[in-house]
């Protein structure tokens, strides 16, 4: 087990940086995931890690100690990728037991690990088999076997089940976090998808274009986005952007906006007031934070026409037009039946509203 640190860690390709001044701190035995859109450089920083790409500037330490410069063979990780490269002439047995073999392991060691990863996975019925003979999930069950049978210090899992249909990909979301507690081992998960590194990690590493945005917890970063970007890119439906003015009346703050006119509370008008000279933000709502109606209520509320409806199964999504041009949708249950065209009411819960700076997208709340 080892806890993993990047201090100042950059990845540059010639003079294009992928990777900037990157600071994690993943403690042993943790799931960290590293969450970002394509090209963000989800695989560069897991690639540094491994040791099969160099580390421009910065140290990358394994308990304390720097890796830098250590042979990929002498880190004692264990990767996994997407695609899961087995040797297609070799059983599911021997592509488990090729690492251990390698490594000159004693036959009866390598039979009992083998033996004991297959159990874990539930494929022990499948040992003989040769990869071309298992279904997609079958083969990503061998492949994550053949990194536990070396028992190593680390697991860096590279996107590995994103070609997986819906239902499987939820199904090994719950399989690898339930292996990775058991194991105990520190886990450094890659994903580009926000439902894996929330239902899955310990702490979320949100990038953007090279950048670390944000290190927390799954309910940190869903709840406290530090700004506009990860508050966008977290969750689904995607949070509600509109912008609105600022307007003092009777010692309270307004968001202003063509459609609403709604008083933000004491302790986000102190935040406000803070922030020098602002008189426009951006706000943010999430879907599930607001509740919709067909009648008019007595209090403060945002009024649009109906766009669209969808249906989720047991939810519905309202797609609202508002005047600015902006659309907000809202989820709502399925016995709301409002249809296109129609005028409708949005109440917002003003504690899980946020609103951010237009000019740097910092959130204020
Ligand atoms: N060997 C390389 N040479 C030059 N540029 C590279 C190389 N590998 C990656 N890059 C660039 O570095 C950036 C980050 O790439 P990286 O593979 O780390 O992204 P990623 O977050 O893993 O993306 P994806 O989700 O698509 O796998 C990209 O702009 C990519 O084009
Ligand atoms: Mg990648």
């Known amino acids: 087990m ?9 990845k540059k390709y010639g003079t294009t940086p992928a990777v900037k001044d990157l600071n994690i701190e993943c403690p042993d035995g943790s ?15 897991m690639r540094m890690v491994a040791g099969l790409e160099h ?42 037991a090729n690492p251990l073999k390698l490594r000159g392991q004693d036959a009866t060691v390598i039979k009992d690990r083998v033996m004991a990863a297959a159990k874990l996975l539930e494929i022990s019925q499948l040992l003989e088999r040769r990869p071309q003979e298992l279904s997609g999930g079958q083969k990503q069950r061998v492949a994550i076997g053949r990194a536990i049978v070396r028992e190593p210090n680390l697991f860096l899992f590279d996107e590995p089940i994103a070609h ?18 058991t194991l105990g081992t520190t886990m450094i998960y890659v994903t580009h998808d926000q439902l894996e590194a929330m239902s899955m990690a310990d702490t979320i590493a949100v990038m953007h274009e090279g950048e670390l945005q944000q290190l927390g917890t799954p309910r940190e970063v869903y709840n406290k986005p530090v700004n506009a970007w990860v508050a966008g ?13 600022l307007q003092d009346k009777d010692g309270k ?29 951006r706000m943010g709502v999430r879907p599930d934070a607001m509740s919709i109606s067909l009648v008019k209520p007595k209090h403060e509320c945002i009024t649009g026409k109906i766009f669209v409806t969808e249906l989720l199964g047991g939810d519905m999504i309202i797609d609202v037009d508002l005047d600015d041009g902006s659309r907000i949708r809202v989820k709502t249950s ?30 204020l709340f």
């Open 2 to 10: 080892a806890k993993v640190s990047f201090r100042n860690v950059w």
């Open 31 to 45: 799931f960290l995931s590293i969450l970002g859109p394509s090209g963000c450089g989800k695989s560069s920083t």
């Open 55 to 96: 580390i421009t500037a910065g140290q990358i330490l394994f308990d304390e100690k720097p890796i830098n410069t250590l042979a990929p063979k002498d880190r004692d990780v264990a990767m996994v990728f997407e695609n899961y490269a087995l040797y297609p002439h070799k059983s599911v047995f021997e592509n488990m």
């Open 164 to 181: 997986l249909d819906a239902k499987l990909r939820a199904h090994m979301r719950g399989e690898i976090k339930h292996l990775q507690r």
């Open 233 to 245: 890119f977290v969750g689904e439906p995607a949070m509600n952007f509109v912008d609105v003015g």
């Open 253 to 281: 703050t307004y968001f202003i906006h063509p459609n609403f006119s709604i008083a933000v509370t004491d302790q986000q008008q102190h935040i406000i007031a803070a922030a020098a000279r602002v008189n426009a933000l």
């Open 334 to 363: 399925t016995d709301f039946d409002g249809v296109e065209g129609q005028t409708c009411y949005m109440t917002v819960n003003r504690d899980k509203w946020h609103a951010f700076s237009k000019e740097n997208g910092k959130a």
